[in-house]
């Protein structure tokens, strides 16, 4: 059957995409720059890119009309703190429309559970749009899923985090919370199995393990899993604010998605029922193999998609299709450029493929975490969202507190556009190319300021740019994985390996 998918570049998007292919569907995959996003060789033929943004008027004149079932997997949660509720019922009132005049027999929403008499902001959200769906033409079913484990999920990577970093925990009292937590392998089973199911039509249903937990009790089942002994305290006393500043710095989530998390984690989400598990023959799996699952992924660098990757990591760019040309006029910028000739070229673009996260940034590792410190201090992503995979990397992925804006092998050219707070707009570009017979590793980092402040931002960071860019390209040239005479190099220059 042919398949229309939003949210295709998401976190459940990017897992449920190779799985509705392996089953044989064509997939229609609904993203916002369609010039980024990166199809697959084997997909060639079976997906169709519609670059849409739903927060606008769909133009059904062009856009993709015959396709069974549309899955609405649009969240706005890290986009704001206030504003997020108008945005989604504006993104679904769109889709409404758009779905009206389709062929679609179906729509598939996956959603929270709101079961509970009083709701968070966010599930209230959550249950307007579900009802605006559910007016449309097209019968709607609605998968309500509580916290989802997966590798690279933004509750399972708050859990890690927190459990990783503090063998002693003071936490909020919102840890009594109920939860019944679902795996992500789950979540994909159920939202294939009610496609054009008849007896799915117009309903609800709650999806979700067998155990109903706390979240000191996750936290708690992950310590056991990992082999690590915490201790975990609740105290009453802390406040909304600072329960949202507590996940903020110790975690790598944003300040946004940490106020929207603590406001949900203070309702209990617990499923009513079971019945479409038996519905579908599903034994869902166990918390903590749940987390045995997400881990051995994590260990094998098998990271499908993560939260980080998707822009509501950043909270304020929706689209950063502006952003690919890099301005000329008005910027400052500090070039540097090297010989390729320590390494082969192949090893050069790999070592510049894999900057940042565990690897480092060639030189000057204290001084990227001590930015990365400032910029969590005055609200910003800070260095922890890290990357998803230590070698590969692609146009969207976040890296540190960097975004892909291009990730070119042919060209050999990694372009990063600037997520920290800044007075300003900032790129950083790494490109390989042939002059006069050698090849030449350039690195080009580019500054808009705005204003005054701006422009002083940048000369007070001049002599850091000139100590750290012209050891990183050198860095950069030399190094080459561990076992090779180069790592000493590399370690003495500030490379971590």
């Known amino acids: 059957m042919r398949i229309l ?20 569907h064509e997939v229609i995959c609904c993203v916002r720059n369609a010039a980024n996003y990166q199809l697959k060789r084997g997909w060639k033929g079976r997906v169709t890119v519609f670059e849409v943004d739903f927060l606008e008027e769909v133009d059904t004149e062009s856009a993709p009309l015959d396709f069974d079932v549309a899955y609405y997997l649009i969240h706005s949660m890290s986009a704001s703190i206030g504003d997020f509720k108008p945005l989604e019922e504006k993104a ?54 509580g916290i989802i484990i997966g590798s690279g999920s933004a509750s399972f990577e708050i859990i890690r985090d927190l459990v990783e970093k503090l063998p002693v925990m003071v936490a909020p009292r919102w840890l009594d919370t109920l939860c019944q937590p679902v795996a992500i392998r ?10 054009l199911r008849e007896d799915c039509y117009n309903q609800n249903f709650d999806i979700g393990c067998s155990e109903v937990l706390t979240y000191k009790e996750m936290l708690e089942g992950y310590a056991e899993v990992r082999g690590l002994k915490r201790y975990i ?35 209990d989400v617990v499923c009513r029922d079971s019945r479409l598990s038996e519905k579908l023959g599903l034994s869902p799996i166990p918390y903590k193999e749940a987390v045995r699952l997400a881990f051995d992924k994590i260990q094998q660098n098998m990271v499908v998609s993560s939260w980080k990757d998707s822009l509501v990591s950043s909270s304020e760019k929706g689209s950063l299709s502006q952003y690919i040309e890099v301005p000329e006029h008005g910027c400052f910028e500090d070039r540097k450029q090297v010989a390729v000739e320590n ?31 400032l910029d969590k201090m005055v609200g910003g992503i800070g260095l922890r969202r890290g990357r998803t995979h230590p070698e590969r990397i692609a146009a969207g992925d976040a890296l540190d507190f960097w975004r892909v804006l291009v990730a070119d092998d042919e060209e050999k050219r990694l372009l990063l556009y600037a997520e920290m707070k800044l007075p300003g707009e900032a790129w950083l570009e790494f490109h390989i190319t042939e002059e006069g017979g050698r090849d030449v590793l350039k690195q080009k980092a580019t500054f808009r300021p705005y204003g005054l402040f701006g422009r002083l931002y940048w000369y007070l960071v001049l002599p850091f740019h000139f100590l750290i860019f012209n050891r990183m390209i050198r860095n950069i040239e030399r190094f080459r994985p561990e076992g090779s005479e180069k790592r000493e190099v590399g370690e003495k220059e500030g490379v971590k390996v």
């Open 5 to 24: 998918l939003t949210g295709a570049t998401g976190y459940i998007g990017k897992r449920l995409l190779p799985v509705l292919l392996e089953e044989g």
């Open 92 to 145: 679904a009132w769109n889709f409404r429309r758009y779905i009206e005049q389709s062929s679609c027999r179906q729509i598939i929403y996956l959603t929270g559970i709101v079961n509970n008499d009083e709701l968070s902001s966010h599930l209230e959200s959550r249950l307007q749009v579900e009802q605006i769906l559910h007016e449309s033409r097209a019968p709607l079913t609605a998968l309500r899923a």
């Open 186 to 195: 789950d979540v994909i089973r159920f939202l294939t199995g009610v496609l």
């Open 233 to 267: 305290f609740t105290v009453p006393v802390m406040t909304p604010r600072l329960s949202s500043y507590w996940l903020y710095f110790v975690t790598s989530t944003t300040y946004e998605l940490a106020v929207n998390l603590v406001n949900s984690m203070k309702v």
């Open 343 to 373: 390494n082969s070229v192949e090893q050069a673009w790999r070592n510049v493929m894999s900057i940042g996260g565990e690897r480092g940034w060639y030189y000057g590792n204290f001084l990227w975490k001590l930015r990365g410190l």
